[in-house]
């Protein structure tokens, strides 16, 4: 089944094409009247015209003025130049081998004789190689540029339109750039051709598969904590958690895919395209948005050792593309990483040096010492420090995991924290917003504690 999600590049009327172009995400149909028997350099795809299938042949030849077909004959002319150097160093070599003088002869004149052949024996050899080089390069570059060496050519010219089915070579992709210096995200279409096949089309659709997941530069997991079973037992729980992630999953997609049904599909329309296969990128904009950015400075302890200033925002459209593109400060950011929260967009567009920071671990133990108590406790958590070397004062939101009991048997519960803080108890996550003064440092305690029966051990 062909996936296509259609949003429009341009809604301006249906026009009728003699040329047309359609690309989708497993293969593409191109429509045109051929102007000579020749195709182009792709050995998978198949012509039709309005009644029947078309018979195509190869050839090793090509003389149309297509750029791939005079790349393809300097590549061959210079097979022929390097055979022919080989050919003249074999008989030079066999001259030499097979030289048995039957009189005396002038030594002076053997000497000159001997020069000379040596002289051209390595001028062969200089040429030979560099020739071999030539034709290295030039095989890599034709390989960039079409999918097979035999041009394609139909056995009779077709008198009307024909479309060729092309399974690979041609496709396209996304570009978004998120400018924190203008406040808009610039969409352009990257469309690159390699199908062997120049292309000249009136009109051109492009069908872009479903975005699917979308990569989080730090993404919460809970942080879960389980009674030691014996062996047996313990495959026992690994099988029936197995098997209820497989019905959770087919009962709700992820809460961090981005999620495309019918009503939300696109596709573009471009007028008059030439698209030479030369596996170029071709950058075709879309559109440009304004938005409301706002950046805030995040730092998960658990996870990474630096702070940063987070991006985020409400796009008005789908996004569909993990390839973001950041300007901020002049300074251009190739591929950064993002991530979706509801319909929120959060990307992380730079790292703050000026703050230092640093994880630390509160582990300590003890029993409870209650005369009736079958009880153990474990005291445990972080000590989180802050240093900003900067001149001005700085608020860091911070996202720490405090473990997640999944027995009833297992009691966590966190101490209080000397500042404003969010904890949720059915994930364990624990946000909160600390300001640190310039020019210096500042210091959180995070204590929790774990009770659970003395007879059994526990592991996260």
Not at 38 to 64: M, P, W
Request: hydrophobic share 35%; with cysteine; glycine share 2%.
């Amino acid at each position: 089944m062909l996936l296509r999600i259609t949003f429009a590049l341009s809604l301006s009327s249906l026009i009728l094409s003699a040329s047309s172009l359609d690309i989708y995400s497993d293969k593409s149909f191109y429509t045109y009247q051929p102007k000579d028997s020749y195709i182009g350099f792709n050995t998978a795809l198949k012509a039709k015209d309005s009644t029947r299938t078309l018979e195509l042949i190869k050839k090793d030849t090509c003389k149309s003025s297509s750029s791939l077909c005079q790349e393809h004959n300097r590549l061959k002319a210079l097979h022929v130049k390097l055979n022919k150097l080989n050919k003249e160093q074999a008989i030079l070599e066999n001259l030499v081998s097979q030289y048995r003088p039957q009189v005396a002869i002038n030594a002076d004149t053997a000497i000159k004789t001997a020069t000379k052949i040596a002289s051209r024996m390595a001028t062969l050899q200089e040429k030979s190689q560099k020739i071999k080089k030539e034709i290295q390069y030039a095989t890599a570059l034709f390989s960039k540029h079409a999918p097979s060496k035999e041009a394609l050519f139909y056995s009779q010219l077709p008198q009307s339109n024909v479309t060729l089915t092309i399974n690979r070579g041609l496709n396209f992709q996304s570009e978004y750039l998120l400018d924190m210096d203008t406040q808009r995200i610039e969409h352009t279409l990257l469309l690159r051709n390699r199908s062997g096949i120049n292309i000249t089309a009136d009109e051109v659709k492009l069908f872009a598969k479903s975005a699917g997941y979308i990569n989080a530069p730090i993404q919460f997991y809970p942080r879960k904590i389980r009674i030691s079973q014996p062996q047996a037992k313990r495959a026992k729980m690994r099988k029936e958690l197995s098997m209820m992630a497989m019905n959770s999953v087919s009962a709700a997609p992820a809460a961090d895919a981005i999620h495309a049904s019918k009503t939300q599909t696109r596709s573009y329309r471009i007028n008059n395209l030439t698209l030479p296969s030369d596996a170029k990128h071709k950058k075709i904009p879309v559109s440009t948005e304004k938005l409301q950015v706002t950046s805030v400075l995040t730092w998960n302890p658990y996870h990474s050792s630096n702070v940063y200033h987070t991006a985020s925002f409400n796009p008005k459209q789908t996004i569909e593309s993990h390839q973001w593109k950041v300007r901020r400060n002049q300074e251009l950011i190739e591929n950064a990483p993002i991530r979706k929260e509801g319909k929120k967009i959060l990307i992380n567009v730079a790292i703050d040096y000026d703050l230092e920071v640093k994880r630390e671990n509160i582990n300590e133990f003890s029993e409870d010492k209650s005369l009736f108590s079958s009880d153990r406790i474990k005291n445990e958590g972080f000590k989180l420090s802050l240093t900003n070397r900067s001149k001005v004062s700085k608020t860091v939101k911070i996202t720490e995991r405090i473990p997640l009991s999944t027995q009833e048997e297992i009691q966590v519960n966190l101490e209080k924290i000397d500042l404003p803080y969010d904890y949720n108890e059915k994930t364990g996550k624990l946000t909160m917003s600390v300001n640190i003064g310039a020019q210096s440092t500042k210091t959180i305690k995070i204590r929790y504690s774990i009770r659970y029966p003395k007879e059994t051990e526990i592991f996260y």
